[in-house]
């Protein structure tokens, strides 16, 4: 079965960096739509980017400019480059794994990203 296992979250000070990884298995890991996904406490999980089997990337507003979502197909690996870190981006980061167009969805258990002096 599919299992994502993601990596490299902790604590950063406000200006920072970070850079998540997201490894997959179980899977054909190229054909798949890899997105990395944040949730705060109290607030609902949202998109933060997703890449999609041909290279094309999308991304919040709230990150453009900010993170790089790329992937390594021999590795079957996706990552999250977060760069000027600020203390709205602390949340839990889970990485999803789409079967195109629509599904199914496969998950990772989550990694900490905490954003503060």
């Known amino acids: 079965q599919v299992q994502l296992v993601e990596s490299g979250g902790g604590l950063v000070q406000p200006g920072g960096s970070l850079r998540l990884s997201c490894a997959a298995s179980?899977?054909?890991?190229?054909?798949?739509?890899m997105g990395w996904f944040r949730q705060a406490p109290g607030k609902q999980r949202e998109l933060v980017a997703n890449i999609f089997n041909d290279g094309r990337t999308d991304y919040a507003d709230t990150v453009k400019g900010r993170f790089t979502i790329s992937r390594d197909n021999a590795k079957n690996t996706v990552y999250l480059q977060m760069n000027n870190l600020k203390p709205e981006d602390s949340a839990v980061y889970y990485c999803r794994m789409r079967r195109p167009p629509f599904g199914p969805d496969y998950w990772g258990q989550g990694t900490q990203v905490t954003v503060s002096s």
């Open positions: 179980g899977g054909i890991f190229s054909i798949y739509t």
